[in-house]
């Protein structure tokens, strides 16, 4: 069953996030297995307090445990460290099929 990794993160310095954390990320997220099918600035939250004109990630992946294997790897942990100061980030995983019936 595919699982899916949405980050929500709230950008102090969008250039050196994405120069830097930004690149180093996407290349393990191929490396792993997961595939970006949403990214992009400016989400508008319409309940809670986290989110409003934060940019949103949403990756699909072969499974949870190929996520594990990602967010765990050394590889990873060097990476996160990348985004130190530059972001406050949410990060969620949840399991689900392909498509959902009846969403296209």
């Not at 290349?27 to 997961?34: H, M, P, T, V």
């Not at 967010?71 to 406050?88: F, Q, T």
């Amino acid at each position: 069953m595919p699982a899916y990794m949405i980050v929500t993160a709230a950008i102090h310095d969008r250039d050196k996030f994405v120069s830097g954390y930004g690149a180093a990320a996407a290349a393990l997220i191929e490396k792993f297995g997961g595939q970006y099918l949403l990214r992009g600035p400016g989400a508008e939250c319409l309940e809670g307090d986290f989110g409003d004109g934060a940019s949103m990630v949403i990756s699909k992946w072969p499974d949870r445990d190929a996520i594990k294997a990602f967010w765990n790897s050394p590889e990873y942990a060097e990476a996160k460290k990348l985004r130190d100061g530059l972001a406050d980030v949410q990060v969620l995983v949840i399991d689900g099929p392909d498509l959902i019936p009846g969403s296209g």
